[in-house]
């Protein structure tokens, strides 16, 4: 047996006291970080997330005189490849969606643009203060299902929510639900949440949240969660919360199998997405605002405003570790679970943290690049690390001393 799986062996089996006391993580090693390559940038070089397409890395940027563009970087001949202008689109600096050959770009505040890739051409281009003025915009982001990519507005003058997607590639508009409430409450809904069940039924889920037009009526504020068919037609609904329908929800749901986990405000909240019977209803004080990510099996990770970490058993809802001193993803930014790591930059241009996925513990970084990286990415097909700086892209492996 190796020192490294001596090391990682005692860190798994101190971890559960490590949860309950609640300390600084603990160091399992020693990681090097190995830089392979670096691209030189024409443009200034956002920290926000980048994304990839096939061997591209596609980064948010700025020329000379600060105009707004898309830069690809080619991985396999590591050159600056193209730019593309944002100056007269929305959704720049926003969460790059990649979804076969469409980059799918979304500003709640301005509108949703679709661009095909190869093509370099803009598919769809919606402008929510020209083309729905005096609709509510969802925070939830875009869903991508099939060759459609869906989004939310809400009227307040007609207390209807729609949910429209945008078709690709011909980027036509289509309306795919119409819920309307009585003239006391405003309905939102999000974004849908695509799955498939264990008896190969595709459906979706979306929330509703009921809001209040009058407080001085006696009237509840509520968020439901409802389950949908592939016509959009109500398999089941629960009320989440019996107040609160104005509390703001930023991220969608996750399902893996027939098990589907959410968080609203402090609590954790998994769902039979088949029978619609609730599993698990935990308070999770450091979650606040939290989103989760997917890794495998019935495993999911938990961020919050608080910058806490978890790991979470959705079997049980009981942290497999969590560590709350922690340097901690940021709101912006996703965190990337790779092989045995969990690997993320703190904010803007930072140092790397090396998380051990078993465990939780840390591994010490001997070499972090001199002025800070952003989040990065990893490239299946050269093997390696890509992340950025203002002005390059760099490509480097992690290495245990």
């Excluded at 994304?51 to 991985?75: K, R, T, V």
């Excluded at 689109?89 to 301005?110: M, P, R």
């Excluded at 459906?203 to 068919?229: C, E, G, P, Y």
């Excluded at 990337?336 to 803007?348: A, F, G, K, T």
Aim: aromatic letters at 10%; proline letters at 4%.
């Amino acid at each position: 047996m190796s020192i490294r799986e001596i090391v990682l062996l005692l860190a798994i089996a101190l971890s559960v006291s490590f949860i309950a006391c609640n300390k600084e993580p603990i160091i399992v090693g020693n990681i090097n970080i190995n830089q392979s390559w670096e691209i030189d940038s024409d443009f200034t070089l956002s920290y926000r997330d980048a994304a990839l397409y096939q061997d591209q890395y596609l980064i948010w940027g700025m020329d000379a005189s600060d105009n707004p563009f898309l830069i690809a970087f080619d991985l396999e001949t590591q050159v600056q490849s193209w730019a593309f202008d944002f100056s007269n689109i929305s959704g720049w600096g926003t969460k790059l969606n990649v979804s076969e050959n469409y980059l799918i770009v979304k500003d709640t505040q301005s509108g949703i643009t679709v661009i095909d890739l190869d093509l370099r051409q803009t598919v769809s281009a919606i402008r929510f203060a020209q083309d729905y003025p005096g609709w509510e915009v969802s925070d939830t982001p875009v869903s991508i299902e099939g060759n459609r990519v869906f989004f939310t507005l809400s009227n307040p003058d007609t207390y209807e929510s729609h949910l429209l997607s945008i078709n690709l590639p011909s980027g036509n508009i289509v309306t795919e639900l119409v819920f309307e409430s009585d003239d006391f409450m405003i309905p939102r809904i999000t974004s849908p949440t695509f799955y498939t069940t264990s008896n190969n039924e595709s459906n979706s889920l979306v929330t509703i949240q009921l809001k209040r037009t009058n407080l001085s009526m006696a009237r509840t504020s509520a968020t439901l969660l409802v389950s949908l068919d592939e016509q959009f037609d109500t398999n089941w609904l629960d009320t989440i919360h019996f107040e609160n329908g104005t509390h703001p929800i930023k991220w969608l749901p996750v399902v893996k199998g027939d098990i589907m986990a959410t968080t609203f405000i402090d609590d954790l909240i998994a769902y039979n997405v088949v029978t619609g019977q609730k599993l698990l209803d935990q308070e999770l004080p450091k979650a606040s605002g939290a989103k989760l990510i997917l890794n495998s099996g019935e495993v999911y990770y938990a961020q919050g405003q608080k910058r806490s970490i978890q790991k979470l058993d959705l079997s049980s809802g009981s942290p497999m570790w969590s560590i709350d001193t922690s340097p901690a993803p940021s709101d912006f930014g996703d965190f990337l679970i790779n092989s045995e790591y969990v690997v993320y930059v703190r904010e803007s241009f930072g140092n790397l943290t090396v998380l051990d996925d078993i465990s939780g513990a840390k591994y010490q970084i001997t070499n972090q690049v001199n002025g800070g990286i952003s989040n990065p990415v990893y490239s299946d097909n050269q093997q390696v690390y890509v992340s950025h700086q203002s002005d390059r892209v760099i490509g480097f492996t992690l290495e245990h001393e």
